[in-house]
């Protein structure tokens, strides 16, 4: 008798990820490091805080004796806010930024996002949902232009691959022999490579030269590049 094994499916999580005032310079690095983990950025965006806005943004921690620091901090510059999708991205970008409190991680998290780029627990560089649920609603705060739409899984995502992704995926692998690059030692990413030293471990960051040159033409050619807003305008700032 023949045993039916159930179809595959594809689970895609979506995470608010935000960069504060602070580390808004490191902005292209730290891209450049969520698209080389995995990530896809889904929507991008430039934006200035009110310390309203902040207010309601951080409400569950309304009360607490650094919450006035923490929305004048907020609130002090352009902040980049981003919605990162991929396999379990709410856990997996947690992990990438370590403890909440940059002093900390740095001893027991070195190579985690706010060891690198925090300063201590109020300035920690990065933002990322603790749940899928706190995700949903930052993503509505920050993007309530966008409605979100279940993940397609099963059928309806391999069509959506045939369709949306699989041609430029096959161009880019046409490229790629096209181009044929020279070496196919392997690189170990440590962050050398975006000059950002010690960033992960490295046995995090494993590619062939063709992988990185296929993963550099993927980006480059990503046909739904989400449209940046490299201004801070007046509307945002009164949203």
């Known amino acids: 008798m023949q045993m039916l094994m159930p179809e595959p499916q594809i689970f895609v999580e979506k995470t608010l990820a935000l960069i504060k005032p602070d580390v808004v310079a490191k902005e292209e690095e730290i891209e450049d490091l969520i698209l080389r983990t995995g990530f896809m950025i889904v929507q991008k965006r430039k934006l200035q805080l009110s310390p309203e806005q902040c207010s309601i943004f951080y409400a569950d921690q309304y009360g607490k004796m650094f919450f006035p620091n923490l929305a004048a901090y907020m609130s002090s510059g352009p902040s980049v806010a981003m919605v990162l999708a991929r396999h379990r991205a709410v856990s997996f970008w947690k992990e990438l930024l370590g403890p909440s409190n940059s002093i900390k991680a740095r001893m027991t998290h070195p190579h985690s996002l706010r060891a ?3 300063t201590d627990d109020l300035r ?7 749940s899928i649920s706190s995700a949903e609603r930052e993503i509505r705060f920050m993007f309530p232009e966008v409605i979100s739409e279940p993940i397609p899984a099963g059928q309806r995502a391999r069509d959506y691959l045939n369709l949306h992704v699989n041609p430029t995926l096959l161009a880019g692998l046409t490229a790629l022999c096209k181009e044929k690059p020279a070496d196919p030692m392997l690189l170990q990413m440590s962050g050398k ?9 490295k046995e995090s960051f494993c590619f062939t030269i063709s992988e990185t040159w ?9 046909p739904n590049k989400p449209r940046l807003q490299h201004h801070v305008t007046e509307e945002e700032h009164q949203e």
């Open 116 to 118: 690198v780029y925090g």
């Open 124 to 130: 920690n560089g990065l933002h990322g949902s603790v």
């Open 193 to 201: 490579a975006n000059g950002c030293h010690h960033m992960m471990p």
């Open 214 to 222: 296929l993963a550099d033409w993927l980006i480059e050619h990503n």
